[in-house]
C-alpha cells in the first residue's frame, strides 16, 4: 500500500470533542468547545486542554483557574459548534443554545445539565507550548446522569450516543466492537487480523 509522506502535522483523530464551561469572576458564564483534551494521570486524576492565548475564554481560564468538561452527545452536536465558532465577547452562548447552566459542587463555573458527564476541574499548571497553552487539571469532582446507569449502577455512556471530531467533521461513536481484554480471555471465539 502506497502512503504518502506528510509534513509534521497534528494526524491523532478521532478525538473527544467537549464543551469547556466557565464563569469570570464576576460570574459571566462562557462555553468553548475543545477537541484538543485528555487524560493524563489516573492517580491523582488529571485531564489537559489545550487553548489558544487568543481565544476569548483563555483570561478566565488563566484567572479563575476552573472550569468544567461536559461530554457531548449527538443532541449537543449543534451546540458544541456553535460554541466553537461563535466568541463569548459577541453572544451569550447559554442563551443562543439553550444549554442550562447549573451549580458544580466544587468549582464556581458552571456545569451544563444536557450533558451526560460534568467533569469539574482545578488548574494546576498552565505550560505555554506555542500555537496553544497547555492546561493540566486535577479533577475534582464527576458528576454522571443517573439514566445512563443500569440496575448494577454501571455507567453506559454508549446510550447517550456521544460524539467525536475528526478533522472538522463530528462522528457518532458507533457499535461496540469488543471490551477491555477481550482478545485474550479464554474460550474467546473472534477472528483476529494479525499485523
Same mark, same amino acid.
Given at each position: 500500500?502506497?502512503?504518502? *509522506?506528510?509534513?509534521?502535522?497534528?494526524?491523532?483523530?478521532?478525538?473527544?470533542?467537549?464543551?469547556?464551561?466557565?464563569?469570570?469572576?464576576?460570574?459571566?458564564?462562557?462555553?468553548?468547545?475543545?477537541?484538543?483534551?485528555?487524560?493524563?494521570?489516573?492517580?491523582?486524576?488529571? *485531564? !489537559? *486542554?489545550?487553548?489558544?492565548?487568543?481565544?476569548y475564554s483563555y483570561p478566565v481560564l488563566r484567572d479563575t483557574g476552573e472550569f468544567v468538561v461536559n461530554l457531548t452527545t449527538k443532541k449537543l452536536v449543534f451546540a458544541t459548534d456553535y460554541c466553537g465558532v461563535k466568541s463569548g465577547r459577541e453572544v451569550d452562548k447559554f442563551r443562543e443554545t439553550g444549554l442550562t447552566p447549573t451549580a458544580a459542587s466544587c468549582v464556581k463555573a458552571p456545569m451544563i445539565e444536557?450533558?451526560?458527564?460534568? *467533569?469539574?476541574?482545578?488548574?494546576?499548571?498552565?505550560?505555554?507550548?506555542? !500555537?496553544?497553552d497547555l492546561f493540566l487539571a486535577d479533577v475534582v469532582a464527576v458528576h454522571a446522569d443517573q439514566k445512563y446507569m443500569d440496575e448494577t449502577r454501571k455507567f453506559h455512556l454508549e446510550k447517550a450516543e456521544p460524539i467525536v471530531y475528526s478533522h472538522g467533521a463530528y462522528l457518532s461513536c458507533g457499535e461496540q466492537l469488543g471490551t477491555f481484554g477481550y482478545s485474550v480471555r479464554r474460550n474467546q471465539k473472534s477472528s483476529r487480523k494479525q499485523g
Open positions: 500500500m502506497a502512503k504518502e *509522506i506528510w509534513k509534521p502535522g497534528n494526524m491523532l483523530y478521532p478525538l473527544p470533542v467537549v464543551l469547556v464551561s466557565m464563569a469570570d469572576r464576576e460570574g459571566k458564564a462562557n462555553i468553548i468547545t475543545l477537541a484538543w483534551v485528555g487524560t493524563v494521570c489516573t492517580n491523582p486524576p488529571i *485531564i !489537559s *486542554i489545550s487553548v489558544r492565548p487568543e481565544r444536557e450533558s451526560p458527564v460534568n *467533569i469539574e476541574c482545578r488548574v494546576r499548571q498552565v505550560q505555554s507550548l506555542g !500555537s496553544h
